[in-house]
């Protein structure tokens, strides 16, 4: 049978539209389609429905998902049609009489046991107490495909490609015949089942055609964070599309943690969003430098310097006094890092010394933030020493303004972050000093970000160096949980999850990253990461058998296994590999020499 259809000579307009007076099933349908008894031509493409005839005894749990995320263009439709209990209770007494008839006939006649008519007794036994007992009921269940294909040939390898698959589940399906217009019908999204090819199924074996269970996480925004190893598909995602746009990230060393994210740090720029990294070990220099963005080496040798004393102009939603307080909270925590627990007295004493530095600079809330000169810590050790009780803090104070770590908090700042991306490495920082200068970083990075609204990614590598220090980690989480309103993406890496974890901020800055990034654990830790993110007993040997790059991706509620992958050019701005950034060193100086 063939049909031949045309639509009305209406043409659109420039923007895409129809033409006043063009009906919607002019504008949508196809210039032509033709019926035939094995396929459907629509347009210049080619469909064909297929439906299934017959199950095999046990159904295996999804064994519906490998056809669903077979990389073809296809329509599945699934029709579930509830049946009367009672019906189905008289067919199966009846089917039950006969097979008894059967066995009985069989014995009298002296043959050898029949497995196959027992084995079917049981079945209709068990399933006839289910039903009677409420815990089963009965469907028609039909399973139609619709393949789509650019020709003919092309639609008989895919029919053959899926016969296949279905024959190793022990599935068979046969193409409808003279009723492709039918099946179309039935795959279309309008919910009518026009074939009516179905067949029997209780409540178990009609739960296991159910497909869903890897999540696909793709979306029409966003960067491609790597390649869904369930599906093959791309991880295509935004992170600020969640509830806050927060991350954390796992893994041992060399799990492929830090290529991670410069390779989503190197998309983030290209769709304009600003990357901010504090860097313990000068990985991302090279991304810095190849990028146009900038590079500050905080060490007690830099010429690099952060007053920690600044104060940045107040955002549009909040007041001076605000700012004021939240700067005197975050300096009692660097304080509480630099010089250790201090009692409540000694916390007290601080909190006004605070106060009265400033004041000895002129700055109150009321001070213009714009125009002012901040103190230094030397200051806070003048009006330390003058006040009583006050003696014990500015002595202890005293190695970071005339001690051995003089310099390091008691100079004015002399750095400018106008670039898209900063990176503040700290990896010439002494191990003592190394918390306190990623809090200081941090807080200058923190006002920076509460004075300009603006979409940003700030990244913490080997965040567990703060998370040591109960301010320090306090401090982070802070972070974790305001920075949705100022437009700012936190990341936490950490390879240390057991000293992660130990803190109380550990689990709240989880809680509080919409997304997570699993990559190999160490079998001395994986129980940690198991029980902290409820993985199943696959996902746990996945993580410890995973290659580098390899790990689960979490976004919300959705999680899949992931592969990262980096173009050519990529790779060789991102590569953290010795071997491979000598070979690209030698490179360069060879065209240098030239």
Same mark, same amino acid.
């Given at each position: 049978?063939?049909?031949?259809?045309?639509?009305?000579?209406?043409?659109?307009?420039?923007?895409?539209?129809?033409?006043?007076?063009?009906?919607?099933?002019?504008?949508?349908?196809?210039?032509?389609?033709?019926?035939?008894?094995?396929?459907?031509?629509?347009?210049?493409?080619?469909?064909?429905?297929?439906?299934?005839?017959?199950?095999?005894?046990?159904?295996?749990?999804?064994?519906?998902?490998?056809?669903?995320?077979?990389?073809?263009?296809?329509?599945?439709?699934?029709?579930?049609?509830?049946?009367?209990?009672?019906?189905?209770?008289?067919?199966? %007494?009846?089917? !039950?009489? #006969?097979? $008894?008839?059967? /066995?009985?006939?069989?014995?009298?006649? =002296? +043959?050898? &046991?029949?497995? @196959?008519?027992?084995?079917?007794?049981?079945?209709?036994?068990?399933?006839?107490?289910?039903?009677?007992?409420?815990?089963?009921?009965?469907?028609?269940?039909?399973?139609?495909?619709?393949?789509?294909?650019?020709?003919?040939?092309?639609?008989?390898?895919?029919?053959?490609?899926?016969?296949?698959?279905?024959?190793?589940?022990?599935?068979?399906? %046969?193409?409808? !015949?003279? #009723?492709? $217009?039918?099946? /179309?019908?039935?795959?279309?999204?309008? =919910? +009518?089942? &026009?074939?009516? @090819?179905?067949?029997?199924?209780?409540?178990?074996?009609?739960?296991?055609?159910?497909?869903?269970?890897?999540?696909?996480?793709?979306?029409?925004?966003?960067?491609?964070?790597?390649?869904?190893?369930?599906?093959?598909?791309?991880?295509?995602?935004?992170?600020?599309?969640?509830?806050?746009?927060?991350?954390?990230?796992?893994?041992?060393?060399?799990?492929?943690?830090?290529?991670?994210?410069?390779?989503?740090?190197?998309?983030?720029?290209?769709? =304009?969003?600003?990357?901010?990294?504090?860097?313990?070990?000068?990985?991302?220099?090279?991304?810095?430098?190849?990028?146009?963005?900038?590079?500050?080496?905080?060490?007690?040798?830099?010429?690099?310097?952060?007053?920690?004393?600044?104060?940045?102009?107040?955002?549009?939603?909040?007041?001076?006094?605000?700012?004021?307080?939240?700067?005197?909270?975050?300096?009692?925590?660097?304080?509480?890092?630099?010089?250790?627990?201090?009692?409540?007295?000694?916390?007290?004493?601080?909190?006004?010394?605070?106060?009265?530095?400033?004041?000895?600079?002129?700055?109150?809330?009321?001070?213009?933030?714009?125009?002012?000169?901040?103190?230094?810590?030397?200051?806070?050790?003048?009006?330390?020493?003058?006040?009583?009780?006050?003696?014990?803090?500015?002595?202890?104070?005293?190695?970071?303004?005339?001690?051995?770590?003089?310099?390091?908090?008691?100079?004015?700042?002399?750095?400018?972050?106008?670039?898209?991306?900063?990176?503040?490495?700290?990896?010439?920082?002494?191990?003592?000093?190394?918390?306190?200068?990623?809090?200081?970083?941090?807080?200058?990075?923190?006002?920076?970000?509460?004075?300009?609204?603006?979409?940003?990614?700030?990244?913490?590598?080997?965040?567990?160096?703060?998370?040591?220090?109960?301010?320090?980690?306090?401090?982070?989480?802070?972070?974790?949980?305001?920075?949705?309103?100022?437009?700012?993406?936190?990341?936490?890496?950490?390879?240390?999850?057991?000293?992660?974890?130990?803190?109380?901020?550990?689990?709240?800055?989880?809680?509080?990253?919409?997304?997570?990034?699993?990559?190999?654990?160490?079998?001395?830790?994986?129980?940690?990461?198991?029980?902290?993110?409820?993985?199943?007993?696959?996902?746990?040997?996945?993580?410890?058998?995973?290659?580098?790059?390899?790990?689960?991706?979490?976004?919300?509620?959705?999680?899949?296994?992931?592969?990262?992958?980096?173009?050519?050019?990529?790779?060789?701005?991102?590569?953290?590999?010795?071997?491979?950034?000598?070979?690209?060193?030698?490179?360069?100086?060879?065209?240098?020499?030239?």
């Amino acid at each position: 049978m063939s049909l031949f259809k045309k639509k009305k000579q209406k043409t659109a307009t420039p923007e895409g539209l129809p033409e006043e007076g063009m009906s919607l099933i002019d504008a949508i349908a196809p210039s032509a389609l033709q019926i035939t008894s094995n396929y459907i031509q629509i347009g210049n493409k080619f469909a064909k429905t297929l439906f299934v005839i017959t199950y095999p005894r046990f159904l295996t749990v999804s064994w519906l998902s490998p056809i669903i995320n077979t990389d073809r263009v296809f329509n599945i439709s699934m029709f579930v049609h509830p049946t009367d209990t009672g019906i189905i209770l008289k067919k199966l %007494r009846k089917k !039950l009489t #006969q097979i $008894e008839s059967q /066995i009985t006939t069989e014995q009298e006649e =002296g +043959k050898v &046991r029949n497995p @196959v008519l027992e084995t079917a007794r049981q079945d209709v036994e068990s399933l006839r107490d289910r039903l009677i007992q409420g815990t089963e009921k009965f469907f028609k269940y039909g399973l139609y495909i619709t393949i789509f294909e650019d020709s003919p040939e092309k639609l008989r390898e895919t029919e053959e490609q899926m016969l296949s698959m279905f024959e190793s589940k022990m599935v068979y399906i %046969r193409p409808a !015949l003279f #009723q492709q $217009e039918k099946g /179309i019908n039935s795959t279309i999204p309008i =919910g +009518k089942d &026009r074939l009516l @090819v179905t067949n029997s199924m209780n409540t178990e074996p009609l739960s296991t055609t159910f497909p869903f269970v890897s999540s696909t996480l793709s979306s029409d925004k966003g960067i491609l964070y790597g390649i869904n190893r369930h599906n093959n598909s791309l991880i295509i995602f935004d992170r600020f599309s969640l509830e806050n746009g927060n991350m954390v990230i796992f893994g041992k060393s060399g799990s492929g943690k830090s290529y991670a994210v410069k390779v989503e740090l190197l998309r983030s720029l290209m769709l =304009g969003t600003d990357c901010i990294v504090i860097d313990p070990e000068n990985e991302y220099q090279y991304l810095a430098e190849t990028t146009d963005g900038a590079f500050f080496d905080i060490s007690l040798s830099s010429q690099v310097h952060i007053n920690p004393f600044d104060i940045s102009p107040p955002g549009e939603d909040e007041t001076n006094e605000e700012v004021y307080k939240s700067k005197i909270m975050d300096l009692v925590g660097l304080m509480k890092v630099a010089l250790g627990d201090l009692t409540p007295e000694e916390d007290s004493i601080l909190d006004r010394a605070l106060n009265e530095t400033y004041a000895s600079k002129d700055i109150t809330p009321d001070s213009d933030f714009k125009k002012i000169t901040p103190p230094l810590l030397e200051d806070l050790q003048t009006i330390l020493e003058n006040m009583e009780g006050g003696d014990s803090l500015a002595k202890r104070l005293q190695r970071y303004t005339k001690g051995s770590f003089a310099g390091f908090l008691n100079k004015p700042t002399n750095i400018d972050i106008n670039k898209h991306l900063v990176v503040f490495s700290t990896r010439d920082m002494d191990d003592e000093l190394k918390p306190i200068a990623m809090y200081l970083i941090l807080q200058y990075i923190w006002n920076l970000i509460r004075s300009q609204l603006k979409k940003r990614i700030m990244v913490v590598d080997e965040a567990w160096w703060m998370m040591k220090y109960e301010s320090g980690a306090s401090f982070l989480h802070g972070i974790a949980k305001r920075c949705r309103k100022y437009w700012l993406g936190l990341t936490t890496i950490t390879q240390d999850i057991p000293d992660f974890m130990n803190s109380d901020y550990g689990k709240a800055i989880i809680t509080n990253s919409s997304l997570q990034i699993l990559f190999k654990q160490s079998p001395a830790t994986i129980d940690v990461v198991k029980e902290t993110f409820n993985l199943t007993n696959e996902e746990k040997y996945l993580l410890l058998q995973a290659d580098v790059g390899e790990g689960i991706f979490f976004a919300g509620i959705k999680h899949a296994a992931i592969k990262v992958e980096a173009s050519y050019t990529e790779d060789q701005i991102v590569t953290s590999s010795p071997e491979q950034i000598m070979k690209i060193r030698g490179a360069k100086e060879e065209i240098e020499e030239k």
